[in-house]
């Protein structure tokens, strides 16, 4: 429920609080105002896409099947490790699925890999699988959800001329910019 008022308040008026929220942190840490508030128009940008009803339920309805495909993946993933794994049922594959996304979140420096560490972390504290194994499913579900889209982004990116030094050299030119 504050996740769908949050929603609405930027899709109604997304850049006041970008703005807002961007002069209230600039004076701690520029660059995590910049960042914040190039978030928020993106994602307020995104949510000018629906623009009815019908839109809103054409999105709602592709999320719900990407996210069940999801569910999926870790289901079948999990399962077929077999053991204390194969008896994994809806309520710990969404528990699965919601540590992932957290953990998604937090990036650790030189590693990446939130979403991997909460995966594994509540397969070995929460259900009990041993370490090895709880790697072992972590890293696979990391795999086939989080990495298995590169190949047709690359092909997508590539089909549209799409530089990803280009992409990089603008980052690098927008980072800097804000440390001047």
């Not at 979140?105 to 699988?129: D, M, R």
């Not at 982004?153 to 804000?178: N, Q, T, Y």
Request: charged share 15%; hydrophobic share 55%.
């Amino acid at each position: 429920m504050i996740l769908a008022a949050a929603a609405v308040l930027l899709r109604k008026s997304g850049y006041v609080v970008a703005d807002r929220l961007q002069q209230l942190l600039e004076e701690r840490s520029a660059k995590l105002a910049h960042s914040l508030h190039a978030k928020l128009v993106s994602f307020t940008d995104g949510l000018e896409t629906i623009s009815d009803l019908s839109s809103f339920a054409q999105l709602a309805l592709w999320s719900f099947l990407m996210w069940w495909m999801i569910a999926l993946a870790y289901w079948l993933i999990t399962h077929a490790y077999g053991g204390k794994l194969a008896h994994i049922g809806a309520a710990s594959i969404m528990l699965l699925l919601v540590s992932a996304m957290f953990g998604s979140l937090i990036q650790l420096p030189g590693v990446g890999g939130g979403s991997q560490l909460a995966t594994i972390a509540v397969l070995n504290k929460i259900f009990g699988v041993p370490s090895e194994i709880a790697v072992s499913c972590g890293m696979l579900i990391w795999v086939c959800t989080f990495m298995s889209v590169i190949p047709a982004g690359l092909w997508l990116a590539h089909r549209e001329r799409l530089s990803l030094r280009a992409v990089v050299a603008a980052e690098e030119r927008a980072e800097a910019a804000l440390t001047e």
